[in-house]
């Protein structure tokens, strides 16, 4: 089973817009996936139209009498079982509560999936918290999308200085560009600049009405527009990705 957190500092840059074409990417190769939008917001949640009456609770998720059969539902696509964010305030202050003074606590929920799934997809929010270093300590790959402009190059900085300072292996952390305008002088300026740091995708999506369009038909791109250039994008770094990770 492979982790993988769709994660920045910062929002608005692609996290979930990503994290749902490569889960539903992974699931039509074969693959057993999971998704778990961990993210109060709940925009995987949405993209999915996956909303339960009455959401069980995250807390029968992490309580030790865990229920994983009342969190887990079906997308409709075969091999992509999702866990809907839980996006009442109080529940995120549960898990919360459950994660301060232990950075493992996630990653033990998590075993409870071990020989399920082959990926395990997590739609994370922004941010620095107890909840950010447990995803970090969770998962095998912290993957980042990062729009090449200079401020993301800060942020880009920060998250791996909070790697440093907590002693999360920094292999973990693996990036690729979203948004890019090749017009634009500064992106092409910082995406050379950053292809140097050798954790950068060679493969990157760039700035597509398509992606937006996801909104509009709640679909993965795949499903409502596999010929354009969006689809092709996110297939071959998809691609990338797994030719990275599963070697
Ligand atoms: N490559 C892209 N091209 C155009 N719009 C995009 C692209 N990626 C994301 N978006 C749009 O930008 C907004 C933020 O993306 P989203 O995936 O929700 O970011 P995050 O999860 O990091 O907050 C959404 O409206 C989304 O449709
Ligand atoms: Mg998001």
């Not at 995708?201 to 369009?213: A, C, H, M, Q, T």
Request: some cysteine; aromatic content about 12%.
């Amino acid at each position: 089973m492979i982790v993988i957190a769709l994660y920045n500092l910062k929002g608005g840059v692609g996290k979930t817009a990503s994290c749902v074409n490569f889960s539903y990417l992974a699931a039509k190769e074969g693959y057993k996936t999971l998704l778990w939008d961990i993210d109060p917001q709940g925009a995987t949640s949405f993209y999915f139209q996956a909303k339960p009456k009455a959401h069980p609770g995250i807390k029968k998720l992490i309580s030790k009498d865990a229920d994983l059969d009342a969190v887990l539902m079906e997308t409709g696509y075969e091999n992509l079982d999702i866990i809907p964010a839980d996006n009442s305030a109080k529940s995120f202050d549960i898990m919360l509560d459950e994660m301060r003074g232990n950075k493992n606590r996630l990653r033990s929920v998590l075993k409870q999936f071990n020989g399920e799934y082959d990926f395990v997809f997590i739609d994370c929010p922004p941010g620095f918290s107890a909840l950010s270093e447990n995803i970090f300590s969770a998962a095998d790959i912290v993957l980042m999308p990062v729009i090449p402009t200079t401020l993301s190059v800060r942020t880009y900085n920060m998250v791996k200085d909070y790697f440093k300072e907590k002693e999360i292996d920094p292999a973990k952390l693996m990036c690729f560009f979203t948004m890019t305008d090749l017009r634009k002088n500064m992106h092409h300026e910082i995406m050379e600049l950053l292809f140097k740091d050798k954790r950068f995708f060679g493969n990157y999506i760039p700035y597509l009405s398509d992606v937006e369009k996801m909104g509009i038909h709640k679909q993965p791109i795949e499903e409502f527009a596999r010929s354009g250039d969006a689809a092709r994008c996110y297939r071959e770094l998809w691609t990338e990705i797994t030719e990275g990770v599963l070697e």
